[in-house]
Nanobody
């Protein structure tokens, strides 16, 4: 059974940094696409950053130049380094993964595997 476990959320002041981790358990092959979504109360879920198994990445405009997604295939783990955090980054962050390409699963949030979420709170 495939399971994604996130960690690294917390509370920081504006301008601070956090690194989220997403470790995958229970699979035998590398993911094609892993990424992070976020959702805050009253808002729709938003795709934040994604990485293909070839290392190519994509970001929502609001986090470009501040967030960096990466992966360590040997550790079955993806990371989201978040710098220069802003209060509007406050949300529950969810890791997602799929064996299909990002172009297939990102637009409609069609990922088959999701983590339980980790809260990120940024105070002004």
């Amino acid at each position: 059974q495939v399971q994604l476990v996130e960690s690294g959320g917390g509370s920081v002041q504006a301008g601070g940094s956090l690194r989220l981790s997403c470790k995958a358990f229970g699979y035998a092959y590398s993911w094609y696409c892993m990424g992070w979504f976020r959702q805050s109360p009253g808002k729709e879920r938003e795709g934040v950053a994604f990485i293909e198994n070839d290392g190519s990445t994509s970001y929502v405009d609001s986090v470009k130049d501040r967030f960096t997604i990466s992966q360590d295939n040997a550790k079955n783990t993806a990371y989201l380094q978040m710098n220069s955090l802003k209060p509007e980054d406050t949300a529950m962050y969810y890791c997602a993964a799929d064996f299909r390409r990002c172009r297939t699963v990102v637009a409609g949030s069609l990922f088959n595997y999701w983590g339980q979420g980790t809260q990120v709170t940024v105070s002004s």
